[in-house]
């Protein structure tokens, strides 16, 4: 168990290196959160993995070090999620009490250092209360409450595993051997689905930004020449082929026609009927459409990364949900025909 549990941390960390330097496409503030959360499960994996092989013990210092990254994870993931679900948001100072649970419970670790799993169970706690918190935030975007489904499967999951351990650290302080391996496991489970939504679902923040956002009070379009912004993205789309970039979501798209998030939002549901994510990708599938059928000598794949799919499954994924048919079967028929 532990050195598959070594084996596993030590892909966990290089995978969350990798994500860290990875560029972004989110606002200034979810890029400076998300980079923060992948820092801290850095650390967590690193001491965790080090702990297991027995090249560290829980001193003070890193007891203490240890206990503020873990503490960090459940407030820092909430915050991000808040600033992507709500990219007008901006951060204040008010939103930093959010980490003083995490700091006093980490000197708590320093003071009464027996009391050690106790307090990391109560870490577990407080990342669960966040977790909770955020699957209501979701649960109250009530259109479309159906597309989170894998959101609620982990935040179940989460607080499921946060009450086993809190429930564990009180009863028993001989668990934390268990705990830590268990953890490093379920840590690294967590990166691999970071890693697989990012390479087949790499437009799903910006899905996030549109749902979010279709929760309209007052139109913000007020003072918006729509009709002109309209051809503005027609261009931007037929003459500089702007959805060639695999990176781009709705917040930069936005910010190329001087628009925030919500208003490119909106103007695309009330003026077009569309959401940005299914107008982008009718662009893409329109111009392989094209590709396939003029340049049979190019492969499937090629012709969706040249498009703008950042990889094969979201290509023949997108493509077979508007035709109905793989692009290889679709060239096939297209020439043949």
Not at 64 to 87: A, E, R
Not at 141 to 149: A, C, S, V
Not at 188 to 204: D, G
Not at 311 to 327: E, L, N, R, W
Request: some cysteine; overall charge positive; glycine content about 4%.
């Amino acid at each position: 168990m532990n050195q598959i549990s070594i084996a596993i941390a030590g892909f966990s960390i290089i995978a969350s290196i990798l994500l860290f330097f990875q560029k972004r496409t989110e606002t200034q503030t979810a890029k400076i959160l998300a980079r923060t959360l992948l820092l801290v499960l850095i650390i967590i994996q690193f001491i965790q993995a080090m702990y297991i092989a027995g090249y560290l013990s829980f001193e003070r210092a890193i007891s203490v070090f240890y206990l503020l990254s873990l503490g960090l994870v459940g407030p820092v993931f909430y915050l991000y999620s808040q600033h992507i679900i709500q990219t007008n948001l901006e951060w204040t100072i008010r939103e930093s009490w959010r980490f003083l649970p995490a700091i006093i419970f980490s000197f708590l670790g320093f003071l009464f250092p027996d009391s050690f799993s106790l307090i990391y169970s109560f870490m577990f706690l407080l990342g669960g209360l966040y977790m909770g918190r955020l699957a209501w935030s979701l649960y109250l975007l009530r259109e479309r409450r159906r597309l989170f489904k894998m959101e609620f499967l982990f935040t179940a999951s989460f607080l499921a595993w946060s009450l086993a351990v809190v429930l564990m650290g009180i009863l028993s302080s001989q668990v934390m051997g268990f705990l830590l391996s268990a953890q490093v496991i379920m840590l690294s489970l967590l990166i691999a689905a970071a890693i697989h939504i990012q390479l087949n679902y790499p437009h799903l923040l910006s899905s996030l930004e549109e749902i979010a956002s279709r929760q309209y009070q007052t139109s913000t379009l007020v003072n918006v020449d729509c009709e002109s912004k309209k051809k503005q993205l027609e261009e931007l789309m037929s003459v500089k082929e702007i959805y060639r970039d695999a990176e781009l979501s709705l917040s930069s798209c936005a910010e190329m026609l001087s628009l925030k998030s919500h208003q490119l939002s909106e103007l695309m549901n009330t003026q077009l009927g569309v959401s940005f994510s299914s107008y982008l990708r009718q662009q893409r599938i329109k111009a392989s459409e094209i590709l396939l059928k003029n340049e049979p000598e190019v492969s499937v794949l090629a012709v969706g990364l040249s498009v703008g799919f950042s990889s094969q499954s979201a290509f023949y994924s997108a493509f077979k949900s508007i035709h109905g048919i793989a692009p290889g079967q679709y060239r096939q028929q297209i020439l043949a025909g």
